[in-house]
């Protein structure tokens, strides 16, 4: 796999029709026939994108607070078919991460049970499979809940709490 210098910036309205192009060429949207409306997630702060080149090579959206459980939450991340298996992926998941382990000590993603390349991806990176939900947005298919602890939990006093 060849790894390329990339820069990882904020979402603009600029890049929002390169990384729709993105949604279309790539699973669980292409299955789904589904759109990312990116706005409402650049307005949030919570829209990122790699770029190499001059060019966007993918993007990733995420929710750094706490959401559920005490962690992040990821919702989208993508890249642009050509520039697959050279650290893009990555390199935006390991930049969410950064940004989510200041806040809280986990993240938290969904993936597709039909993507299996992302589930293959996820379980690369040291996310593990913790949770489904089946038929959530297609009959048939389950979104697994893919969890993957940050930082360690804190040392706690070993005594038992009543309650």
Request: proline content about 6%.
């Amino acid at each position: 796999m060849k790894r390329v210098a990339a820069d990882i910036v904020p979402m603009t309205r600029s890049h929002s029709e390169t990384c729709s192009g993105i949604v279309a060429a790539s699973e669980p949207w292409k299955t789904l026939n589904e759109r990312i409306d990116f706005s409402k997630y650049m307005s949030l702060n919570e829209a990122y994108v790699c770029i190499h080149e001059g060019e966007t090579a993918g993007f990733i959206i995420f929710t750094p607070e706490p959401v559920f459980a005490r962690g992040g939450y990821i919702r989208a991340v993508a890249v642009a078919p050509v520039m697959r298996r050279r650290g893009i992926g990555e390199k935006l998941l390991a930049f969410a991460e950064s940004a989510i382990v200041r806040r809280s000590p986990n993240a938290y993603l969904c993936v597709s049970s039909f993507n299996r390349r992302g589930q293959m991806f996820y379980r690369s990176l040291g996310y593990t499979r913790v949770g489904r939900l089946p038929d959530l947005i297609m009959p048939g298919a389950s979104e697994y809940i893919y969890w993957k602890r940050l930082r360690p939990l804190p040392q706690r006093n070993r005594r038992r709490h009543r309650l």
